[in-house]
Structure formats: C-alpha cells, structure tokens
C-alpha cells in the first residue's frame, strides 16, 4: 500500500505560479510511475502529466506543456507539479497518484492504470 498526500494548493492570480507536492508513504514508492490529474467542476477527470520511476521520461497534457513541470525525489519520498502562467481554466481540484508495473520505466496516461490516489488538493486561478 501506498498513501499519498497532496498539498501546496490554493489560491493564485493568472499569470502566477504554485508548486504542488505529493508526500508518499508506506511501500516504497520510488519504483512507481507517477501522475498528476485534475479534475475542474462539472467536468472529468483529466491528465495532467506523468514521470516514471526514474524521472527521465516525463509527458504533459498539451494544454500545460510549457507552462507546468513535473519531477521527483525519490529520496524524500515525494513528486512535484510546478505550475507557472498559470490560466483560469487550470482551475480544478489536482490528484496526484501512484502506479504502473514497478521499476518497468513506462508512463502512463489514463487514471485506470494508476493504482494509488490522493486525496487532492485544490487551486484555484483567479483575474
């Protein structure tokens, strides 16, 4: 088992920038692929981006490519979304999560093939 915990979200004005963290605990996590998600009112939930174990492949959704960065430290046990220029409709409560076959360098980009979820943090982008 893997519990994740989001935080880092808030209030942020368009244009600006926020760093969300995702803090993993119990089974190693390190070995896992890890996304980002989002999920806007009235809407489902999206991709957002995704990094393998190793933190050499990377993907984004084409509609933060260029804006948002996602990493990770595996020695803390933890992976990051920095969000920068930020727009109105990246509004939406972020999930981070877990999964994928473990160490098999692979991304991932559908909610099915992650096995662990936080709870989720909210941002909200305002003018």
């Known amino acids: 088992q893997v519990q994740l915990v989001e935080s880092g979200g808030g209030l942020a004005q368009a244009g600006g920038s926020l760093r969300l963290s995702c803090a993993a605990s119990g089974r190693t996590f390190s070995g896992y692929a890890m996304g980002w998600f989002r999920q806007a009112p009235g809407k489902a939930r999206e991709f957002v981006a995704v990094i393998n174990w190793s933190g050499r492949s990377t993907s984004y959704a084409d509609s933060v490519k260029g804006r948002f960065t996602i990493s990770r430290d595996n020695a803390k046990n933890t992976v990051y979304l920095q969000m920068n220029s930020l727009k109105l409709e990246d509004t939406a409560v972020y999930y981070c999560?877990?999964?994928?076959?473990?160490?098999?360098?692979?991304?991932?980009?559908?909610?099915?093939?992650?096995?662990?979820w936080g709870q989720g943090t909210q941002v909200t982008v305002s003018s």
């Open positions: 999560a877990a999964g994928g076959t473990y160490y098999s360098g692979r991304i991932y980009y559908t909610a099915d093939k992650y096995d662990y």
